[in-house]
């Protein structure tokens, strides 16, 4: 059963820097159909960035340019660098990890607890 931690969240400035960090255990090997979502007070989860069942790095609207997903299979760690952060990327974020099916990610079912990336001046 796969289990998710999550750590590195934060708070800094407009304009800085953080990398979250994702440990995965209760498996292998890393996956793809693995990823990052957020979401902030009064507002839906919103899929962030994740590695699609081919393995191609997949991003948001709202992040593309400025997050980079990735992983290290060795460490079984998945990783979200977030550059240029801005006031609205202030969430809780969340991994999470989604079974294989019919050659396609189903349903996220898989969630860490959390951390939370407070962007403010």
């Known amino acids: 059963q796969v289990q998710l931690m999550e750590s590195g969240g934060g708070s800094v400035q407009p304009g800085g820097s953080l990398r979250l960090s994702c440990v995965v255990s209760g498996v292998t090997y890393l996956a793809n159909c693995m990823g990052w979502f957020r979401q902030a007070p009064g507002k839906e989860r919103e899929r962030v960035a994740w590695?699609?069942?081919?393995?191609?790095?997949m991003y948001g609207d709202a992040v593309q340019g400025r997050f980079t997903l990735s992983k290290d299979n060795a460490e079984m760690t998945l990783f979200l660098q977030m550059n240029s952060l801005k006031p609205e990327d202030t969430a809780r974020y969340y991994c999470?990890?989604?079974?294989?099916?019919?050659?396609?990610?189903?349903?996220?079912?898989?969630w860490g607890q959390g951390t939370q990336v407070t962007v403010s001046s």
């Open positions: 999470a990890s989604a079974p294989v099916e019919w050659f396609s990610c189903a349903d996220f079912n898989t």
């Open positions: 590695f699609g069942v081919d393995g191609r790095r």
